[in-house]
């Protein structure tokens, strides 16, 4: 199949999850168990995969010769959605040298005496490099957002703290991400629409199976209760912080094999959009190369 029919096939499948425009976006709208009526078996859906990391590894590789670009893909989901696993396969026929995965968790007191960005900033993709973020400074309108006990951890002077703080974030954020669209960083954010029925199925997987239980905490089990806040803050996010440049993808995350074709998907269809090609060389870079074909043809 021509490489065209395949990205217009793609399409038609990432379209619908892809947000450009945050404005009237309600996460009801999207059903975590979608699978647009695909249904696959397991094999051929791990072909499918296959094939998608095989191009995304070609793309990758021009990405990293130009030196010009670089992918910023952040993920964000409740636990269980996925996240680690999507990683791990999408990227896996990645060359790891130009792939960076940065996972944020709690930050440390060196982290909090810093602006929210700080840390995030800290961590962005070189030129040339795909940088995934495994949560992100999305974190900071989430989970503190929801907590608000954290946000007071983060020493700011009081009079900053006011009822407006989430709108003053999300809006710091989306200029933070036009900042980085404008110096060359394509920036795709995924989340992973997993539902509440999926995950608690998933949490007891991980009771019932002993190589599971290194994954399961007692936390994550807690966090189902804020369920509907996290809900309300992702929506929040993603109206705030959805555009053309920087679009956020609501994946149906219930059916592990559909959320990474179109992870997959997404990212080498962003890719193909930048046209990238291997940097041509000019005529003195080429006497070079002819007079070192002459010298090592001449070696005895
Ligand atoms: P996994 O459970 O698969 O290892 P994870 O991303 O859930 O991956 P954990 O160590 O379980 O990693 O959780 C990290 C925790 O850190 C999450 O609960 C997250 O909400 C929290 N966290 C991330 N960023 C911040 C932040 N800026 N402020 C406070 N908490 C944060
Ligand atoms: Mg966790």
Redesign the pocket.
């Given at each position: 199949m021509a490489r065209r029919e395949v990205l217009d096939r793609i399409e038609k499948y990432v379209d619908p999850f892809r947000i450009t425009k945050g404005k009237g976006f309600r996460l009801n709208d999207f059903d975590p168990s979608d699978t647009r009526g695909l249904r696959l078996d397991k094999g051929e859906a791990a072909d499918l995969l296959q094939r998608g990391t095989q191009w995304l590894a070609e793309e990758q590789d021009m990405l990293y010769a130009q030196k010009r670009w670089s992918l910023l893909v952040v993920f964000q989901a409740m636990?269980a959605a996925g996240?680690?696993g999507t990683i791990k396969h999408v990227m896996s026929g990645v060359n790891p040298q130009g792939c960076q995965v940065f996972?944020?968790?709690?930050?440390s007191s060196e982290?909090l005496d810093h602006d929210?960005l700080w840390r995030y900033a800290k961590r962005l993709p070189e030129r040339g490099r795909i940088g995934i973020f495994?949560?992100s400074y999305y974190?900071?309108v989430?989970?503190?957002r929801v907590h608000e006990d954290?946000l007071k951890r983060q020493k700011l002077p009081p009079p900053l703290l006011s009822k407006r703080i989430w709108d003053e974030r999300l809006s710091d954020i989306a200029h933070f991400e036009d900042y980085l669209t404008r110096q060359g960083t394509i920036v795709l954010k995924f989340f992973l629409h997993v539902s509440r029925k999926e995950q608690k199925k998933r949490f007891m997987e991980r009771l019932d199976k002993p190589d599971k239980h290194w994954?399961f905490?007692a936390?994550?089990v807690h966090?189902r209760q804020f369920w509907g806040d996290y809900m309300h803050a992702f929506q929040e996010a993603i109206r705030a912080t959805a555009s053309k440049r920087a679009p956020w993808y609501v994946v149906p995350a219930d059916n592990k094999w559909f959320t990474r074709l179109i992870v997959a998907a997404a990212i080498v269809e962003a890719m193909e959009k930048l046209d990238l090609t291997y940097p041509t060389i000019d005529a003195k870079k080429s006497k070079e190369l002819q007079t070192a074909r002459t010298a090592l043809s001449g070696e005895k």
């Open positions: 636990d996240k680690d996972s944020f968790k709690q930050p982290d929210f495994n949560r974190e900071e989430l989970v503190v954290i994954k905490s936390s994550d966090e």
